[in-house]
């Protein structure tokens, strides 16, 4: 497992006397031609699914892949406007995603988790859990990986960019698996949270495993 300090931003409550529309957060670098065609048609195409997740008020997700499109998106937009040392998701996502708008981008995974608790706020940890034979592998593995975490409401999101990962192992205890293009290989072994973590957060962070 490599460690490094992460990048985050708390999106903390507005005061009661304050209201800020959701639209004008905006990145300068997108166009108006995406801002207003493909980005916003995803939009309209995962909205409902959104509402529910966010709310808590059900699980039950209609279009995955569509919902994990929209999650590199956002995570990839957050990227781009944090911009971290470490960790953030490389340009041609970006491009990826203009180009191919019905398909993940390589090489990536997306997973969900509900939660009880209803916040706004995203991270870019830069923390993973490696699977290697030898240190060199595992760090090269490791600095070529990213890792955006989101919470719309009551809904958690983590997108998961790993290049260099033969495959992607996750614990079907601890998150949903939205969407991925890379080998994926399903678990229900043990888990982060039975050495005696209840933190429900942190297990979600830790539910997957990149094999070099």
């Keep these: 497992m490599a460690r490094e300090d992460g990048n985050s931003l708390q999106l903390t409550p507005p005061e009661p006397h304050r209201r800020l529309a959701l639209n004008s957060f905006l990145l300068g670098n997108v166009c108006a031609s995406c801002n207003n065609g493909w980005m916003s048609t995803l939009e309209n195409d995962v909205k409902n699914d959104l509402i529910v997740l966010s709310r808590g008020s059900s699980t039950t997700i209609r279009d995955r892949e569509k919902l994990a499109i929209w999650c590199v998106k ?7 406007y944090l911009q971290p040392n470490v960790g953030a998701l490389p340009k041609e996502i970006g491009g990826n995603l203009h180009r191919v708008r019905d398909h ?19 991270s870019i940890p830069s923390t993973h859990q490696i699977i290697a034979g030898d240190q060199t592998s595992a760090k090269k593995l490791w600095s070529r990986s990213s890792k955006i975490v989101f919470q719309v409401g009551k809904a958690i999101f983590q997108v998961v960019h ?22 994926i290989r399903p678990q229900l072994g043990s888990s982060v949270r039975d050495t005696g973590i209840k933190d429900d957060l942190f297990v979600f ?7 070099a």
Excluded: H
Aim: charged fraction near 15%; hydrophobic fraction near 45%; glycine fraction near 2%.
């Design 74 to 80: 956002t995570a990839f937009t957050l990227s781009e």
């Design 104 to 122: 993940l981008p390589t090489d990536t995974a997306v997973f969900y988790v509900p939660s009880t608790n209803k916040q706004f706020w995203f």
């Design 162 to 183: 790993a290049p260099d990962a033969r495959e992607i192992s996750y614990n079907l205890k601890d998150c949903v698996l939205l969407g991925a293009s890379l080998k």
């Design 205 to 211: 962070m830790m539910s997957n495993s990149l094999l």
